[in-house]
């Protein structure tokens, strides 16, 4: 080492007060910081009025809009009815702190309902009186606590069905009597039942997920409007591979290791699981089979799976009107779809349209929000999402005849969300990105194109990031717009884009108090030296531009979403952990960096493509070229020293990263990695890697890498995780060892797959950049608090 380097680390101290700046910026004592962040509008029924409840300094407030008159007030008086429940129940309550997070409104606004303890209690609004209600429903229903408790109740509340011994059945309401829709379920064959994963299916829980697992035995099934019928499939994984985890550390003291097997198919298997769909008449117990070709199953889940009770089909559809079911199907390797039309009285189908390519289609630029597909006009139109012409955009198809009649939306642009169709009106509503020009191709705005052709019209037009939800009738909207330098704003719109009220402005100012400043968004040459690339780089609250930092590239690298926050809003998009945790990972000396390469989405096709059937690709040239770009505009980067770390198709990107490039990338935290696409699950693989499997899987498998091992190398994986199976990590073990390397692994029994936030992991990650990157001497034994439990 250089004398140079001597005196660079030299300067590198990190002490007890660096880890506990660090540590206030993890996500749970971040977000604790910021207020009036987001609203989430809880529609009420019949009518486009809404409550919503927001976090404040001073605790939480309940606030009612009425989008008819533009106003947004209390919800209730806080006070009183703190007051009224005082009374009622004999325990003190407090205003800022009311017991419960989700309220019911009567229909005629005159009182509302609420839990407490289990118990639902209702608030006269007029006098503030708190009474124990009767035989009425909770407003949140308690969590399950056993499989005949994981009920999907009918539109009408007549019925409720669930799955028991690998049959259907329905009970009556008002009776109390069972039916079985079906009584020739078995194992591995059953009805109404999905793949689970392998904790799911031994019935483990673990303390920190509380009741995850019943959380997912709600019925595979769907009611249709009516509440006269219910489709749900006949799942057959006869034959189908499976998956093993042992918990060598069995939670209740046991000490004989237990083993979880589950149905989990691989790339490439032969069989894999199929769904077939069956539609049931309640009324008269007839089964109507469906006339779809049996849906491919190729991760544990199912089309009709259920999460709490909410609907979480991407596939399958009701009609409004109860007639027609819509399946969208898609061949192995992505390469074909269609959407079918079933005819629910007899379970006869047609193709409405369908679509093949060379590479991959998509019914939307991310994996797993709804697909942007619509059928409209009582069955007459289908809205269909194609990146035909190299960029995403939306297709009027005429039904009856399968027949293209316009392209709604082109240019070099793509359609991101597909939110609304105003059939009376003949508009469609749609998020965007990349459209306005001068701007983050990032951004995503709010626009509206007629169904009879023309240009579409912004709504949205400020230069921000916005996060669109569209009211019942469709004649209004709530937007949330941010960037990371602007802290969100929320408003409530007409659906012309005329702002009627501001709804929330966020509060940061507990967390710039820290210091704190935000990220800074910035745009750099891809590996081509013409293509633009986009990130985000984060810096110590303590920053000091004559001092050298080591930098640290946060990677995610999965083609399926972007790493980058676009907005300050992102936090609320579930990318809250990652945001923070790269600011915690700054205040201990670093810079750290989020960069979007090619092949991820919300680009151009091309773009997208770049990472078909190369994954070990994960845009790392354009990460590399990019920070020698801002190395040379901001001097104090010092890419002597580079880290990266990432999770799960992150931590298959960095360990390919160090392996890779190991004259760049000097250390690498690796956790929770796909390292050998062959060991991971079909359904993701199969999109980005391609089916049949061929010799570039094995090509691009870390471990072919292992020899090319120079920097410092943790590998981290929980023992029990249930999406990427440990095994990934263990075979890149085995090739290290076999090339003599030396590198550090940490397997920590009894966590999942989404470890992320687990205290010592988070403290194992911040010593290993510290020692290895900064040359300083980590705080050894410092304990980061958990996360408040909710």
């Excluded at 927001?54 to 008086?77: H, K, M, N, Q, S």
């Excluded at 409104?105 to 407490?116: C, I, Y």
């Excluded at 008449?281 to 889940?301: N, T």
């Excluded at 898609?330 to 349209?353: K, N, P, Q, W």
Aim: charged fraction near 25%; include cysteine.
């Amino acid at each position: 080492m250089s004398d140079t380097n001597h005196a660079r680390r030299g300067e590198a101290m990190v002490g007890w007060q660096d880890y506990v700046r660090a540590e206030q910026f993890l996500p749970w004592n971040a977000e604790r910081r910021v207020f009036r962040m987001k609203v989430e509008p809880n529609w009420m029924p019949g009518s486009d009025r809404f409550w919503y409840r927001v976090a404040t300094r001073d605790g939480a407030e309940f606030v009612l809009v009425d989008p008819e008159t533009g106003t947004r007030r209390p919800a209730f008086d806080h006070a009183r009815l703190a007051a009224a429940l005082t009374v009622a129940t004999g325990r003190p309550y407090d205003a800022r702190t009311l017991p419960f997070d989700r309220v019911r409104f009567a229909e005629d606004g005159s009182s509302v309902a609420f839990d407490v303890d289990g118990t639902t209690w209702t608030c006269d609004l007029e006098t503030y009186t708190c009474t124990r209600a009767t035989g009425e429903e909770p407003v949140a229903p308690p969590p399950p606590r056993s499989p005949d408790e994981c009920t999907l109740p009918s539109p009408d509340g007549r019925w409720v069905a669930l799955a028991r011994d690998h049959n259907l059945v329905v009970r009556d309401n008002e009776t109390g009597e069972e039916v079985a829709l079906t009584s020739d379920g078995q194992p591995e064959f059953g009805y109404a039942t999905p793949i689970l994963s392998p904790l799911l299916s031994a019935g483990l829980a673990l303390p920190e997920y509380g009741q995850y697992p019943l959380a997912q035995l709600f019925p595979a099934a769907i009611w249709s409007p009516d509440s006269t019928k219910i489709i749900t499939h006949r799942m057959d994984e006869r034959g189908a591979g499976k998956f093993h985890l042992v918990q060598s550390v069995p939670l209740d003291g046991s000490t004989r290791p237990r083993l979880h097997s589950c149905t989990y198919p691989l790339p490439g298997d032969d069989p894999v699981p199929t769904a077939e769909l069956i539609i049931f008449d309640v009324a008269g117990r007839q089964a109507i089979p469906v006339d779809v070709p049996p849906l491919h199953q190729l991760y544990y889940g199912t089309p009709l799976m259920r999460r709490r009770g909410e609907m979480a089909s991407n596939t399958v559809w009701w009609s409004d009107c109860g007639r027609w079911v819509y399946v969208l199907r898609r061949e192995r390797g992505y390469r074909s779809m269609a959407l079918y039309e079933v005819d629910a009285a007899t379970g006869r189908s047609r193709v409405l349209v369908e679509e093949t390519s060379e590479t991959p289609i998509d019914p939307s630029l991310t994996w797993g929000p709804r697909p942007n597909v619509r059928v409209i006009e009582d069955g007459a139109g289908v809205i269909w999402f194609s990146q035909r012409d190299g960029w995403a955009h939306l297709y009027l198809y005429d039904a009856a005849t399968g027949e293209l009649v316009r392209q709604l939306t082109s240019g070099p642009w793509v359609v991101s969300e597909l939110l609304h169709v105003d059939e009376a009106a003949r508009l469609v509503y749609f998020t965007a990105v990349g459209k306005e020009e001068g701007r983050d191709p990032y951004a995503a705005h709010l626009y509206r194109v007629s169904l009879d052709g023309g240009e579409p019209e912004l709504l949205t037009p400020e230069d921000a990031d916005h996060i669109v939800t569209i009211s019942p009738s469709g004649r209004y909207f709530v937007d949330t717009y941010s960037r990371v330098d602007l802290p969100p704003v929320s408003v409530l719109r007409a659906t012309d884009g005329r702002m009627l009220c501001e709804l929330e402005r966020a509060d940061v100012g507990l967390l710039e108090e820290t210091g704190w400043r935000p990220p800074e968004r910035f745009r750099a040459k891809g590996r081509d030296g013409v293509t633009d690339v986009y990130g985000v780089i984060f810096r110590p609250s303590t920053f000091d531009p004559s001092r050298s930092y080591p930098v640290i590239d946060s990677i995610y690298g999965g083609p399926q979403t972007n790493q980058a926050p676009v907005s300050f809003a992102d936090i609320g998009r579930g990318r809250s952990a990652g945001f923070w945790h790269a600011q915690a990972l700054a205040e201990l000396g670093f810079i750290v960096v989020m960069i979007d390469g090619l092949g991820m989405p919300q680009r151009s096709k091309a773009y997208h493509d770049v990472s078909y059937r190369n994954l070990g690709d994960a845009g790392l040239e354009d990460h590399i070229a990019a920070l020698r770009q801002l190395a040379m505009r901001y001097p104090y980067l010092d890419l002597d020293r580079v880290g990266i770390f990432g999770h799960s198709a992150g931590g298959y990107a960095s360990c390919h990263a160090i392996l890779a490039y190991p004259d760049f990338f000097k250390v690498c935290v690796s956790s929770a990695g796909n390292h050998d696409h062959r060991l991971d699950k079909a359904s993701w693989v199969e999109r980005y890697m391609g089916f049949p499997v061929e010799d570039h899987y094995a090509a691009q498998a870390n471990q072919a890498l292992a020899e090319n091992l120079q920097g410092k190398l943790l590998l981290i994986h929980g023992d029990m995780d249930e999406n990427v199976h440990i095994s990934s990590t263990l075979v890149v073990v085995d090739a290290l060892i076999k090339a003599n390397k030396d590198f550090d692994l940490l397997i920590m029994p009894n966590r999942f797959h989404f470890c992320g936030n687990d205290p010592y992991f988070v403290r194992r990650r911040w010593d290993y950049f510290v020692e290895h990157l900064l040359g300083a001497e980590p705080v050894r034994g410092y304990r980061i608090s958990p996360a408040p439990e909710e």
